[in-house]
Every structure is written in structure tokens, then in C-alpha cells.
């Protein structure tokens, strides 16, 4: 699978430095009427593509499908999700552990008409707990609502950048700027 890709390295860390591997598989869902599908945190007043991490032995397409479908509902086909961009970010000393991780976050384009169900979304303790839900939102606007979700933040927000800097490579790619 092709992406483009953005790397994160400031340590220079090579792939021998690496002890552990964090992998995810995000989509940018978009319907026939130019909306986007987002996953809202109310817990953190924060916006994300539906997705997350892969469980052990899953492939991407695997993982996508799965997160997919337990944060949406929604049931997507293989063929309907296009590689787009991915992220790595290398780790020095993660999180104070003294292990040295990679993050790798690989986003798919999904376009269809299906629409969540919130009777088939399986989230879990952390997403209910945070009152996880879905929205669609207009192509056009949602940069504007991500920008402002980022000025409510006043923080540095890695995935809310990761967000913003993969909605507008999609932008840029769909001429929608």
C-alpha cells in the first residue's frame, strides 16, 4: 500500500532503536454530500477520524474494518478504503518508560453513503466514558470547527494536529481549498 507519509524523528532514532510498535488505521469517511464523518469526545472537546490502534495479528485493512465498525457501526468493504497518509512519530524513552516506540497512524479515504448506527457501535469504557459520539460535518466548515477545537485546547495536541494535517492534505488532494 502506497502513502504519503510524514516522519517525526527529532531524536534520530534508527528502527534497531525501536523496543515497541503502536500501529493505527484512521479513516476520513465522506458521504455524496460533501460531509465528513468525525468521531466528537465530549470528555476532551476534541474532533478525530474514526479508528484506532490494531490489535495483535491484524493487518491494516483488518484493523480498519474492525475500528470502523465499532466506533461507527458502519461496515466498510475493503475495495472502498484507499490508502491516504500516514504519521510515524519515533519515541525516545515513551512516556518516561525507558523504551524507545514508534507510533505509526495510517489513514485510509472511504467514500460512502452508509450511515453510523449508534445501535452497532461497540465502544469502549474510555470512549463511553468520554460520551464518545459521531457527526458529520461539512467538508467546508470542518477545517474552521478544528481550528477552533484547537484554540480550546490551548495545548499541544498531537493527534488534533495529526487531524488538522491530514484533513487539509485531503483538501488539498480533492481541491476543495
Given amino acids: 500500500m502506497k502513502f504519503k507519509e510524514k516522519i517525526y524523528n527529532t531524536d534520530n532514532l534508527d528502527n534497531k532503536d525501536i ?5 493505527r ?8 454530500n460533501k460531509e465528513v464523518l468525525m ?29 470502523i465498525f465499532e466506533e461507527t457501526g458502519i461496515e466498510i468493504e475493503e475495495e472502498n478504503a484507499t490508502p491516504f497518509y500516514s504519521i510515524k512519530y519515533y519515541c525516545k524513552n515513551y512516556r518516561g518508560t525507558g523504551k524507545n516506540r514508534l507510533v505509526e497512524i495510517y489513514y485510509f479515504l472511504v467514500y460512502t453513503d452508509l450511515i453510523y448506527d449508534v445501535s452497532k457501535m461497540k465502544l469502549d469504557e474510555n470512549e463511553k ?5 459521531c457527526r458529520y460535518i461539512g467538508i467546508e466548515k470542518l477545517k474552521d470547527i ?22 487539509e492534505e485531503f483538501l488539498s488532494k ?4
Fill in 174 to 177: 480533492n481541491n476543495y481549498r
Fill in 129 to 133: 466514558y468520554e460520551n464518545y459520539e
Fill in 146 to 167: 478544528l481550528f477552533k477545537n484547537k484554540q480550546i485546547a490551548r495545548e499541544t495536541n498531537s493527534s488534533l494536529d495529526d487531524t488538522i494535517l491530514v484533513y
Fill in 25 to 32: 488505521a484512521r479513516a476520513i469517511i465522506v458521504n455524496s
Fill in 39 to 67: 468521531c466528537y469526545s465530549n470528555g476532551r472537546n476534541h474532533y478525530e477520524f474514526p479508528g484506532g490502534h490494531l490489535e495483535f495479528g491484524e493487518n491494516l485493512i483488518e484493523g480498519l474494518k474492525r475500528e
Fill in 19 to 23: 523496543d515497541e510498535k503502536a500501529t
